[in-house]
C-alpha cells in the first residue's frame, strides 16, 4: 500500500466506511451519499479539464443534463422490455461525448473568455432544446425513471443496491480519472496548462489535446448525469441550466483547482448545505455565496490545495532543518554567503 500514490491511498482509507453506509441508514441516509457521489464525479470531470488543462468551460450542464435524459428516456420506454440499464448508461456517455465534440470543435480555437462565452452560448442553445422538445418533459422533466436490474440480475429499485452500484462506478470514474491525470497524456494537458507557446515548440498538436480533454470530460460528465437520474430517479431542466454549471465551478474551486480530492470535498460540502439547509429556502444560496467568499480570502488555493501547500512548506522545513544538523553544513552555508569567499558570487556596481 505504501507504493500507490496518495490519493489512491486515501480512496481506500475511506472505502470502508462508504461501505457500512447502508448497515447504519439513521445516521446517513445512502440516498443522500448517492446524490454526493454523482456531483463528486461531475466535479471531478469539471477538473480535468480546468484544473489540468486551464479551460474554463461554462457548458457542462449540457452533458451532465442530456445524458441524463438519454437514460431516463431509454430506461422509461424500454425498462419493462429487459433493456439493460449499462447500456442506458452507455448511451448516455455517448451523447455527453458527442455533444463534447461538437462544442468543443468549435471552441477550442480560442482562449481565455472567449472560449468560455463560446461554450456558454452553445449551452444556452441545448438548454433551449431541452424546453422545447416533447420527450424531455419540459419544465416538468422526467420523472419516475426506472432503475432497472444491473446484469439482468440486481434490481437496482432497492436503495442498498443502487448505492452499492453507484459507489462502484465513482470509485472507477475516480481511478480512470486519476490514471489519464498522470498518465504520458495528461502530463501534455499540464505543460498546455503552465505554457501553451513552450507547448506547441515541444511538438504537440495543442488543439487535438483540448479537443480530447474535452471530450474526455464530457464524457465523465455523462457518466455522472446518467447516474444522477438513475439515483434521484428523475431529470429536471434545472439539470440543464446555467446555474448547474456555475455550481461545479463553485465545488472545484472550494475543493482546490488541480487536485485530486479537492472536487469530491467541494461537492459533499455544497450539497451538504443544499440538502441540510432546505428548509431555509433561498437562504441556501446566501449561505453558500459566504462560504465560497471566505474560502476565496483565505484559502484562495482551495481547502486541499491550502493543505497539500501547508504539507509542502512542512516538508521544506523539515529538510532544511535536518540539513543544518549536519556538521560543518552551516559553516559552509556562510562561506557560500560571505563576500570574501573565494567561491562567493561575484557583485558588480
Sequence with gaps: MKNLPTPVRILLVLLLPALLVPVFPELVYPVFIMKVLCYALFALAFNLLIGFTGLVSFGHAAFFGWSGYTTGILMIKLADRGFPVELAILAGMLVATAIGWLIGTLAIRRTGIYFSMITLALSQIA???AVQIGWTGGEDGMQGIPRGKLLGLV???VDNHMYYFTLAVFVAGFLAIHRIVYSPFGQSLKALRDNAQRA????YDTDRCKLYAFMLSAAFTGLAGSMKALVLQLSALNDVTLGTSTETLLMTLLGGLGTSWGPVLGAALVVSLQNYLASLGGLVTIITGLTFVVCVSFF???MVGEWEAWRLRRGTASQNKALS?????QALQASLASPTS?????TTS
Excluded: M, Q
Design 155 to 157: 434490481d437496482l429499485s
Design 127 to 129: 438548454y433551449f432544446l
Design 200 to 203: 506547441v515548440s515541444l511538438g
Design 325 to 329: 544538523a549536519v556538521p560543518g553544513t
Design 300 to 302: 484562495r488555493r482551495g
Design 342 to 346: 573565494p567561491t562567493a558570487p561575484k
